[in-house]
């Protein structure tokens, strides 16, 4: 008789075990579309025309370059531009591809199960 093992599955597993603040903050997002309010940001001068700096001015970090030039902030606030559970992965450290990677796994274990032990 062949043993079929159970595929491992960590980004699963990470996301069952944040699932209720996933869940939450998701809801909070959507409440906040539903008002016609978004996530964005006031993108740097020096990204939106960068010909006008300097190397060395481009190559300074972005948290040093904020403090140092607070008024190059644009007055525009522009849509981050990803979605939900984009955001939600990245907050929560998943690798949303090993995570489908680990779906699909699954779903070949039970079938090989089901084929192993046909009801």
């Known amino acids: 008789m062949t043993t079929i093992e159970q595929p491992a599955t960590p980004e699963l597993d990470k996301i069952k075990k944040i699932c209720d ?57 522009y849509p981050i531009g990803k979605d939900i559970q984009s955001l939600l992965a990245e907050f929560f450290d998943i690798d949303q591809a090993k995570a489908e990677q680990e779906r699909l796994a699954v779903l070949e274990y039970v079938r090989e199960l089901q084929e192993a032990n046909p009801t």
């Open 21 to 77: 603040q996933s869940q939450a903050i998701g809801e909070f997002f959507d409440w906040c579309q539903g008002k016609g309010w978004f996530l964005g940001y006031h993108p740097l001068i020096r990204d939106l025309y960068p010909e006008r700096y300097t190397e060395k001015e481009l190559a300074k970090p972005i948290n040093l370059w904020r403090r140092e030039n607070m008024e190059e902030a644009s007055q525009v606030a």
